[in-house]
Nanobody, 119 residues
Framework: QVQVVESGGGLVQTGGSLRLSCAAS????????MGWYRQAPGKQRELVAR???????NYADSVKGRFTISRDNAKNMVLLRMNNLEPEDTAVYYC?????????????WGQGTQVTVSS
C-alpha cells in the first residue's frame, strides 16, 4: 500500500520562510508528477506548484518567484521551499502524487499540514 506523508509547516511571520517535505512510501510503485496544493478556510483547494518526473515545473501566479518546488526521485520525495511568505499564504497545504502501482495510475494525497503566516 502506498502512502504519502507530509512534514514541515508551522507558524511564521510575514516575510519569513518555511520548507515542506513530502515522501511517498510503499512497494512496487513509480511516481509521475508530484505537487503541492493548498486550501484556505472558505476557499477551494488550489494548485500551488507541480513538478513532473522529468523535472518540469509550474507554479500558481501568486507564488511565482517566492516558492520553489523540487524533487528527489531516489528518495521519492518532493520539497516546497517557501520564501517571503505573506498572510495570504495561510492555508492547509497538501501533497499530491500521481503514482503508478498494480497496473493503474492513481492520485494520492497526504493528510495536510498547516501553514500560518502572521502579519
Amino acid at each position: 500500500q502506498v502512502q504519502v506523508v507530509e512534514s514541515g509547516g508551522g507558524l511564521v511571520q510575514t516575510g519569513g520562510s518555511l520548507r515542506l517535505s513530502c515522501a511517498a512510501s510503499g512497494s512496487d510503485f513509480s511516481i509521475n508528477a508530484m505537487g503541492w496544493y493548498r486550501q484556505a478556510p472558505g476557499k477551494q483547494r488550489e494548485l500551488v506548484a507541480r513538478i513532473t518526473s522529468s523535472g518540469n515545473t509550474n507554479y500558481a501566479d501568486s507564488v511565482k518567484g517566492r516558492f520553489t518546488i523540487s524533487r528527489d526521485n531516489a528518495k521519492n520525495m518532493v520539497l516546497l521551499r517557501m520564501n517571503n511568505l505573506e498572510p495570504e499564504d495561510t492555508a492547509v497545504y497538501y501533497c499530491n502524487a500521481n503514482i503508478f502501482t498494480r497496473g493503474a495510475s492513481r492520485s494520492y494525497w497526504g493528510q495536510g499540514t498547516q501553514v500560518t503566516v502572521s502579519s
